[in-house]
């Protein structure tokens, strides 16, 4: 079945320590998102790349960064991890920007010490 | 900066019990899609709707965007503990633009 697949889905980092979480779509679509989401709140959105551009939201801060070396791959780098940065991240595609409708991933669960 | 405003923010029931979300906007959208989250996990997409007055059932729940495409409902009938989860509304502006704006959820606790 086509997917959108996130490794790991648990990570933990020490404060400071550079973490990179990976995202990965089977379904061939142009655009992929990354969210950051805080317990039983809304996902927030970090960036977006539609195919190679890359889309910052104005409030990501620096610490946030992101690859996409293909179609199928994209990844979240943060930097220097805080402890306000412990949540939920998550993978999303969309087929292009004609459809809305985002496909998530499972989730990679965050947790800094 | 458009909102999309959902109520209730917490819903308990009781098993069997019949319950509606509200999902509600100043903005219009090109389209509303409704995703269902569980603990844990990431947000499954259950419904999208893009036309003023369209209502779509899947199984025991029905969706409807409003005629105005401004806002939209989510009916769950005889509600069951597997329909536990955070219900988050999100609209799409549709063109250029494809990020999606998303309600702040309904949690749902169904209780058997």
């Known amino acids: 079945d086509a997917m959108v697949i996130q490794n790991p889905r648990y990570q933990v980092t020490q404060f400071g320590k550079p973490v990179t979480l990976s995202c990965s779509q089977t379904?061939?679509?142009?655009?992929m998102y990354w969210y950051q989401q805080k317990s039983s709140q809304a996902p927030k959105l970090l960036f977006h790349?539609?195919?190679?551009?890359?889309?910052n939201e104005a409030d990501t801060p620096d610490n946030f960064q992101s690859r996409r070396p293909n179609t199928s791959f994209c990844f979240l780098d943060i930097r220097s991890p805080g402890l306000g940065d412990a949540a939920m991240y998550l993978c999303a595609t969309s087929r292009d920007q004609a459809g809305h409708e985002q496909y998530f991933g499972p989730g990679t669960r965050l947790t800094v010490t | 900066t458009q909102l999309l405003e959902q109520s209730p923010q917490f819903l308990s029931i009781q098993e069997g019990e019949n319950l509606t979300v509200y999902c509600n906007s100043s903005s219009v959208f090109s389209s509303l899609q409704w995703y269902r989250q569980e603990p844990g996990e990431g947000p499954v997409l259950l419904v999208t709707?893009?036309?003023?007055?369209e209502v779509k059932k899947l199984k025991r729940l029905t969706f409807q965007f409003g005629d105005a495409r401004k806002d939209s409902s989510l009916h769950i009938t005889a509600a069951q503990p597997g329909d536990t989860g955070l219900y988050l509304c999100?609209?799409?502006?549709?063109?250029?633009?494809?990020?999606?704006?998303f309600g702040k959820g309904t949690l749902l606790t169904v209780n058997p």
């Open positions: 999100a609209g799409g502006r549709g063109g250029s633009n494809y990020k999606l704006t």
């Open positions: 379904l061939n679509h142009n655009v």
């Open positions: 709707v893009v036309t003023g007055g």
């Open positions: 790349y539609y195919d190679k551009d890359f889309n």
